[in-house]
């Protein structure tokens, strides 16, 4: 069986998007709450790792939790980002996807999430 954590939030459509496409293909998963619970710090590494090119990525930049922070992201260590990001799920991308505790995939596009699970 296919280990994937699905990090969401439930006002998110797109979250919900993606939680209806693996289940319409019968992939398990398991869903956490992405406020309540963020992302594990060694899964956040990852993130940065995969996104290395820019680390803005990891962000939900069209947030409002994002948008009100008004500082310049490019500015800060990866130690500070992260450290940001644990302090509030809604910082973010999501829904923030974690498969085989190996690969992180930040949003919802359904030909990438084909190509990995299909």
Do not use: H
Not at 8 to 17: F, N, V
Not at 36 to 53: I, M, T
Not at 81 to 105: A, T
């Amino acid at each position: 069986m296919k280990k994937i954590i699905l990090y969401s939030y439930l006002k998110c459509s797109t979250c919900r998007k993606a939680a209806k496409w693996l289940e319409s293909k019968d992939l398990e998963f398991k869903l956490i709450d992405i406020v309540k619970e963020p992302p594990l710090v060694n899964y956040l590494n990852l993130a940065f790792e995969q996104y290395s090119d820019d680390e803005k990525r990891i962000f939900n930049t069209r947030g409002q939790a994002f948008k009100t922070l008004n500082l310049d992201i490019y500015g800060l260590s990866k130690e500070e980002i992260i450290q940001l990001l644990l302090s509030d799920g809604k910082l973010i991308k999501r829904p923030f996807l974690i498969y085989e505790e190996e690969k992180v995939i930040l949003g919802f596009n359904e030909i990438e999430y084909a190509k990995q699970f299909i």
